[in-house]
């Protein structure tokens, strides 16, 4: 299977004029060994930083851990088995949210959370790069792992997409299924 191959499976099939970068964005499981540059990680996360939250609380925190590091090490072993393409990323990120806020219990700490990744990945996009969120790790061990006051939440694999010519069989069958989507997200009320 050819990466372009997999590009055009992947392409979301839309009659509307949606903004081609949507139509784009996947969540591959081969990825390039080029490592995310420091200046790219910066930029990343800057945009991370201006994302909206409820009161403004921003209740999100990340780690990050390059292949080859002992953080890299760590996240990745706390992968489930079913995730094991992950461990190829040159880099892992742990997303955690921050429950205990400002004004207590911060309900819409994992809704932040998630409005932060989808920043991340969307930034990251933007820059060339492909992103892979996961919730299959273990996610008591990775408690351990972090700060008491972070609940880790997210994995996110990242990086340049590889060649899916060179990729083992079983993750070509994961990734040449077609996008799918609900027909229906809305109604006027
Ligand atoms: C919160 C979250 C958790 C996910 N967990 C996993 C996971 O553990 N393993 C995996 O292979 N994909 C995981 N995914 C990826 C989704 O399966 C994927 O986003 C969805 O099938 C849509 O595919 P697309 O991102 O390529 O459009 C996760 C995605 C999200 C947002």
Same mark, same amino acid.
């Given at each position: 299977?050819?990466?372009?191959?997999?590009?055009?499976?992947?392409?979301?099939?839309?009659?509307?004029?949606?903004?081609?970068?949507?139509?784009?964005?996947?969540?591959?499981? %081969?990825?390039?060994? $080029?490592?995310?540059?420091?200046?790219?990680?910066?930029?990343?996360?800057?945009? %991370?930083?201006?994302?909206?939250?409820?009161?403004?609380?921003?209740?999100? +925190?990340?780690?990050?851990?390059?292949? #080859?590091?002992?953080?890299?090490?760590? =996240?990745?072993?706390?992968? %489930?088995?079913?995730?094991?393409?992950?461990?190829? @990323?040159?880099?892992?990120?742990?997303?955690?949210?921050?429950?205990? #806020?400002?004004?207590?219990?911060?309900?819409?700490?994992?809704?932040?959370?998630?409005? @932060?990744?989808?920043? =991340?990945?969307?930034?990251?996009?933007? =820059?060339?790069?492909?992103?892979?969120?996961? @919730?299959?790790?273990?996610?008591?061990? @990775?408690?351990?792992?972090?700060? $008491?006051? +972070?609940?880790?939440?997210?994995?996110?694999?990242?990086?340049?997409?590889?060649?899916?010519?060179?990729?083992?069989?079983?993750?070509?069958?994961?990734?040449?299924?077609?996008?799918?989507?609900?027909?229906?997200?809305?109604?006027?009320?």
């Amino acid at each position: 299977m050819k990466t372009q191959d997999i590009l055009k499976i992947k392409e979301n099939k839309t009659n509307l004029n949606i903004t081609p970068f949507f139509k784009q964005r996947f969540s591959p499981r %081969v990825f390039s060994s $080029e490592q995310v540059s420091d200046n790219d990680l910066k930029i990343i996360f800057e945009a %991370v930083r201006w994302t909206p939250s409820s009161f403004n609380q921003q209740p999100w +925190y990340f780690y990050v851990a390059k292949k #080859g590091s002992q953080g890299f090490d760590k =996240l990745s072993s706390l992968l %489930v088995d079913g995730n094991f393409w992950a461990k190829e @990323a040159p880099i892992l990120i742990l997303g955690c949210f921050i429950k205990n #806020g400002q004004y207590g219990e911060n309900y819409y700490a994992q809704y932040d959370l998630g409005q @932060a990744v989808a920043t =991340l990945v969307y930034q990251a996009q933007i =820059l060339g790069y492909y992103s892979h969120q996961m @919730a299959g790790f273990d996610h008591e061990k @990775a408690k351990t792992l972090v700060d $008491e006051n +972070y609940t880790p939440w997210v994995m996110i694999a990242m990086g340049r997409l590889g060649d899916y010519e060179k990729a083992p069989q079983a993750i070509i069958t994961m990734d040449e299924k077609p996008p799918q989507r609900k027909d229906k997200v809305y109604e006027i009320i």
